[in-house]
């Protein structure tokens, strides 16, 4: 593998405006150059300056939520001459508090941009709700907030995402789940044009090493000539007999990437050992496949800023299961996103998925885990991952490993 000599700077940059000065004729209120901006045409949420409605104290067009059991307050803050939104939870035992702002109408296909500035003493999360045309409601989390120090001074937060097919309305939830507090303003969703790549990529990914891929995945990918990133978590292959090493020799031999999966597969965040569980993994897969492992994927998708400057130490690239589309603009190879394939995934789920890529020339990585006539719900039928491999073949993507793919696209960055 190729590593780019160029250090990759991962900037999510939220363009947060407040077009004071022009303001779009739909504007709810009269406003003067300095007064406050209700609604434009620009940023998608209504009232993002806090003001109050006429008859409530609520900020016009926002709403208090939460649930659980726990102690939760809202307020709306004055500071510096600039409104904000607060919640603080005590006695927490589950759930969440959160300020969002009332849905608005986004269309299917379109993607979008969510900023947000904020400061808090704990870690916030943030999830897109969208509410489906058929009456019930879908949850997009976005990536996880890299936030290493909570010094109570502003941060802002980033991200994009695509409203799904049936898709009505979103907003987007910005919260906590812990005790705590978070302050937050300039919340702003716009329109998003993804910077593309010179072409699109689609990267193959399979999680945790199951015996059965071997004889099912693997005579399928091989037949159509395509190459796959398999993440091992090496509790399933050390101290096992032969024929399980001879499954993973079988894969890098026929030219597929290995990766680490870490040792136990166990909750990165909550581990006593996260060196041991990056370290051994990596060590004892390149002794056994006699290649370079420089991908990791996290079991469960579960990281955090501890998480991923570990990760850092002892890989280039990293997988997370947040879902999305990697783009020129938006790449973060410490959290790379993806689209998760489960065992009601369609053949015709794949080739939308394929066909966003081509049309964006961005990079996407699907990820699998068993391949087996006894699926589970995150598996995949074999006949139907027949059909996947076919409809990647007939739309002409090109298909790379995790490692190559990075080496063709870093020197575009």
């Not at 949420?45 to 900020?59: C, D, K, V």
């Not at 941009?113 to 870690?123: D, G, I, Q």
């Not at 005790?179 to 699109?200: I, K, T, V």
Request: proline share 4%; charged share 20%; glycine share 6%.
């Amino acid at each position: 593998m190729k590593i780019c000599k160029k250090k990759v700077l991962v900037l999510s940059l939220g363009v947060l405006v407040f077009a004071l000065a022009s303001v779009s004729l739909f504007s709810s209120i009269s406003l003067s150059a300095t007064g406050p901006v209700i609604y434009n045409s620009d940023n998608l949420i209504y009232n993002p300056t806090f003001e109050l409605s006429e008859f409530g104290a609520n900020p016009d067009g926002w709403l208090k939520g939460g649930y659980g059991t726990n102690s939760a307050s809202h307020e709306l803050v004055n500071e510096d001459g600039r409104k904000s939104v607060k919640v603080t939870i005590s006695n927490y035992v589950d759930g969440d508090a959160k300020w969002y702002f009332s849905p608005i109408t986004v269309e299917p296909g379109k993607q979008y941009r969510f900023s947000v500035r904020y400061k808090t003493n704990v870690t916030p999360f943030a999830t897109v709700v969208f509410d489906m045309a058929d009456g019930t409601q879908k949850c997009l989390g976005l990536p996880s907030i890299r936030q290493k120090y909570f010094d109570c001074s502003y941060h802002e937060y980033s991200d994009t995402f695509i409203a799904p097919a049936g898709s009505v309305k979103a907003s987007v939830y910005f919260f906590i789940k812990q005790d705590g507090w978070l302050q937050a303003n300039r919340y702003s969703l716009r329109e998003y044009a993804p910077a593309g790549f010179e072409r699109s990529l689609l990267t193959i990914t399979f999680d945790d090493g199951h015996e059965v891929n071997v004889n099912t995945a693997l005579p399928i990918m091989n037949e159509y000539g395509i190459k796959s990133t398999q993440f091992f978590a090496t509790t399933f292959i050390e101290d096992k007999p032969q024929s399980v090493l001879d499954g993973v020799l079988a894969f890098s031999q026929s030219g597929h990437e290995i990766g680490s999966h870490s040792v136990s597969h166990p909750l990165l965040t909550a581990t006593n050992s996260l060196d041991y569980e990056l370290e051994h993994s990596r060590h004892y897969l390149e002794e056994l496949a006699e290649q370079p492992v420089t991908s990791f994927a996290s079991p469960f998708g579960d990281y955090d800023y501890s998480v991923i400057s570990a990760i850092e130490d002892y890989y280039v690239l990293h997988r997370s299961v947040d879902e999305g589309y990697n783009t020129k603009d938006n790449l973060n190879i410490h959290a790379l996103r993806v689209q998760n394939v489960l065992s009601t995934t369609s053949a015709q789920q794949i080739t939308e998925w394929v066909n966003q890529a081509q049309s964006d020339n961005t990079w996407l990585i699907l990820v699998y885990h068993r391949v087996t006539d006894s699926p589970g719900f995150f598996d995949t039928p074999v006949g139907l991952f027949e059909q996947h491999v076919q409809t990647i073949i007939d739309s002409g993507i090109t298909v790379k490993t995790l490692s190559d793919a990075y080496s063709e696209i870093c020197y575009q960055l």
